[in-house]
Nanobody
């Protein structure tokens, strides 16, 4: 399985980014998928997930600011991030929820104050 995340970058606090993650080499539609992030010196954490039937989960820190979506026909999962804060700075990864695919390279998101 290959996970190709894109859309990261440097943004000022209050700005927005949209991450995309294309999945290849695996069936996609039957799995719950999620976005994870790892900040420097911290463990990787699940940020948001979306089940195969459309239910969503967000950690408290991103509720109301982030939106996860998926396109099963394109085997792609998205993360719309609004009102970004410096504490959102991290490398963002997609994977199944729970994570069972091999990790991809992730997308760096840097939010300046």
């Amino acid at each position: 399985v290959q996970l190709q995340a894109s859309g990261g970058g440097l943004v000022q606090a209050g700005g927005s980014l949209r991450l995309s993650c294309a999945v290849s080499g695996s069936i996609f539609s039957i799995y719950n998928v999620g976005w994870y992030r790892q900040a420097p010196g911290k463990q990787r954490e699940l940020v948001a997930s979306r089940t195969r039937v459309g239910s969503t989960y967000y950690i408290e820190a991103v509720k109301g600011r982030f939106t996860i979506s998926r396109d099963n026909s394109e085997k792609t999962v998205y993360l719309q991030m609004n009102s970004l804060r410096p504490e959102d700075t991290a490398v963002y990864y997609c994977n199944r929820d729970p994570a069972e695919w091999r990790w991809g390279q992730g997308a760096q998101v840097t939010v300046s104050s």
